[in-house]
């Protein structure tokens, strides 16, 4: 059998569904196909069931510094599970309601406009990849005794006493968080000099200090030898080491997955290579997502791929994909977006740095929530805001105000001009970007202006 459509997409996560619902809504016919469940990676196997993980992990934890307890191991997953199912459910009305020819199976190029799946041919005039990524697994001898993080998030046994988590990236800090909640006594194993090495060194730091008081034992410049069935060797300044755990996570990262495919497609370290729309070295064909990114985030996965439908369509894109807002939801939550103060400094730029601690927050002291900072870097000429980064509660809700100011080039005196509600944690926010000339009225300073 052969289908004739204007678009299929191979893949059914963040990328592929809302590239499948825009092209719809534009008028094109559309074929997504997924070998899995839709939602991909974020949805079944990262984003979501870590958050709800880690939501009521936090939830648990509070409570009982008021009242003894035992937690139900099988009501968080199953509250995981619900949430997934009910967001599964939500996608699969878009898009039955969008009338996009949904098809379970996995999908191989055959040549530029043409896709096989299950008995089926598609011929499309464009084809779109969104097959996203899994998790990558170092070669490490006996990397078999480690889990996943799609391991971890479908664990169906008691919980450990110790587990060690190989990788201080966003994964292995949410896993420790998780963990640490949870009662579990936690290690982390970086081999970067310090944890969260993509992000700006205060966040780093604060959050590393954070994790220490609350038991984790952290260890930054090492190198991994061997795993056995509960330990891990690893080399801390040229001497050997053991950490033990009934658990051992390797939180080691994700690697792009890639469909089947009879062309020779540009790539790049197993990542397809594409222009700025999102075409690869085959015009007809683009990607999007983790299948093309160093950046793997759902967020930018989506927009991406509404990008390259807009791109197909001969229209000026909708996202700006040098602005990127990144999120840690640990607790307090961190998130950044847009240079770094070193970033910055790096380029040549001369700047200026706009900070302050939500200590004094209103909003921070009535939720009872742990200290944090806002800190804004901005060009010290034209006054343009260049990045921020924010570390408390609900950081990743309002790093987008940050990123708005960002994309839209938006200076210091700009943003500054804004009335905030009160009491709001976006006045936090305010204080950092009056806190650039030194005119917060919350912080005192050593002389009067």
């Given at each position: 059998?052969?289908?004739?459509?204007?678009?299929?997409?191979?893949?059914?996560?963040?990328?592929?569904?809302?590239?499948?619902?825009?092209?719809?809504?534009?008028?094109?016919?559309?074929?997504?196909?997924?070998?899995?469940?839709?939602?991909?990676?974020?949805?079944?196997?990262?984003?979501?069931?870590?958050?709800?993980?880690?939501?009521?992990?936090?939830?648990?934890?509070?409570?009982?510094?008021?009242?003894?307890?035992?937690?139900?191991?099988?009501?968080?997953?199953?509250?995981?599970?619900?949430?997934?199912?009910?967001?599964?459910?939500?996608?699969?009305?878009?898009?039955?309601?969008?009338?996009?020819?949904?098809?379970?199976?996995?999908?191989?190029?055959?040549?530029?406009?043409?896709?096989?799946?299950?008995?089926?041919?598609?011929?499309?005039?464009?084809?779109?990849?969104?097959?996203?990524?899994?998790?990558?697994?170092?070669?490490?001898?006996?990397?078999?005794?480690?889990?996943?993080?799609?391991?971890?998030?479908?664990?169906?046994?008691?919980?450990?006493?110790?587990?060690?988590?190989?990788?201080?990236?966003?994964?292995?800090?949410?896993?420790?968080?998780?963990?640490?909640?949870?009662?579990?006594?936690?290690?982390?194993?970086?081999?970067?000099?310090?944890?969260?090495?993509?992000?700006?060194?205060?966040?780093?730091?604060?959050?590393?200090?954070?994790?220490?008081?609350?038991?984790?034992?952290?260890?930054?410049?090492?190198?991994?030898?061997?795993?056995?069935?509960?330990?891990?060797?690893?080399?801390?300044?040229?001497?050997?080491?053991?950490?033990?755990?009934?658990?051992?996570?390797?939180?080691?990262?994700?690697?792009?997955?890639?469909?089947?495919?009879?062309?020779?497609?540009?790539?790049?370290?197993?990542?397809?290579?594409?222009?700025?729309?999102?075409?690869?070295?085959?015009?007809?064909?683009?990607?999007?997502?983790?299948?093309?990114?160093?950046?793997?985030?759902?967020?930018?996965?989506?927009?991406?791929?509404?990008?390259?439908?807009?791109?197909?369509?001969?229209?000026?894109?909708?996202?700006?994909?040098?602005?990127?807002?990144?999120?840690?939801?640990?607790?307090p939550e961190a998130a950044w977006v847009g240079l770094s103060e070193e970033e910055a400094?790096?380029?040549?730029?001369?700047?200026?740095?706009?900070?302050?601690?939500?200590?004094?927050?209103?909003?921070?002291?009535?939720?009872?929530?742990?200290?944090?900072?806002?800190?804004?870097?901005?060009?010290?000429?034209?006054?343009?805001?260049?990045?921020?980064?924010?570390?408390?509660?609900?950081?990743?809700?309002?790093?987008?105000?940050?990123?708005?100011?960002?994309?839209?080039?938006?200076?210091?005196?700009?943003?500054?001009?804004?009335?905030?509600?009160?009491?709001?944690?976006?006045?936090?926010?305010?204080?950092?970007?009056?806190?650039?000339?030194?005119?917060?009225?919350?912080?005192?300073?050593?002389?009067?202006?």
């Amino acid at each position: 059998m052969v289908i004739k459509t204007e678009l299929v997409i191979l893949g059914a996560g963040p990328a592929g569904y809302e590239a499948a619902i825009h092209a719809a809504q534009c008028g094109m016919q559309v074929v997504l196909i997924e070998k899995d469940q839709v939602g991909g990676t974020c949805l079944n196997r990262g984003c979501i069931p870590t958050k709800s993980l880690l939501y009521q992990a936090h939830q648990l934890h509070t409570a009982a510094q008021y009242a003894a307890f035992d937690f139900d191991s099988d009501q968080l997953r199953r509250q995981k599970e619900e949430t997934v199912a009910k967001l599964q459910k939500g996608i699969a009305q878009l898009i039955k309601g969008n009338q996009i020819q949904y098809i379970t199976g996995e999908a191989g190029i055959i040549d530029a406009q043409t896709v096989c799946v299950n008995d089926e041919t598609i011929e499309a005039e464009h084809i779109l990849i969104a097959t996203g990524s899994k998790a990558s697994v170092p070669p490490i001898p006996g990397i078999e005794h480690a889990m996943t993080s799609d391991q971890v998030l479908a664990w169906d046994r008691p919980l450990p006493k110790q587990a060690v988590i190989i990788g201080a990236g966003v994964i292995g800090l949410e896993f420790a968080d998780l963990l640490l909640d949870l009662g579990v006594a936690v290690t982390l194993l970086e081999a970067a000099p310090r944890p969260l090495i993509q992000a700006d060194r205060e966040i780093a730091q604060n959050l590393q200090m954070i994790l220490k008081r609350r038991g984790a034992q952290i260890h930054c410049g090492v190198s991994i030898t061997q795993i056995r069935a509960s330990e891990v060797d690893y080399l801390e300044k040229e001497k050997p080491q053991t950490a033990q755990g009934e658990w051992i996570i390797a939180a080691t990262g994700r690697k792009p997955v890639l469909c089947d495919c009879d062309l020779e497609l540009l790539q790049e370290r197993g990542r397809l290579v594409t222009d700025a729309c999102g075409k690869t070295s085959i015009p007809t064909i683009y990607a999007a997502g983790d299948v093309t990114s160093q950046i793997q985030l759902a967020h930018l996965a989506s927009a991406q791929a509404i990008n390259a439908v807009d791109a197909m369509l001969g229209r000026k894109p909708q996202f700006d994909l040098t602005c990127i807002p990144s999120c840690l939801y640990t607790h307090p939550e961190a998130a950044w977006v847009g240079l770094s103060e070193e970033e910055a400094q790096a380029q040549g730029r001369e700047i200026l740095i706009g900070k302050t601690s939500t200590l004094g927050n209103a909003k921070s002291m009535i939720e009872q929530a742990p200290r944090g900072f806002v800190k804004l870097i901005a060009d010290a000429a034209t006054r343009q805001i260049l990045g921020g980064i924010i570390v408390g509660a609900h950081a990743s809700d309002w790093i987008g105000t940050i990123a708005q100011a960002v994309s839209l080039h938006l200076t210091v005196d700009d943003c500054q001009r804004v009335i905030v509600a009160h009491p709001t944690w976006s006045e936090a926010l305010h204080e950092a970007l009056m806190d650039v000339d030194q005119h917060a009225i919350h912080t005192l300073y050593s002389r009067l202006r």
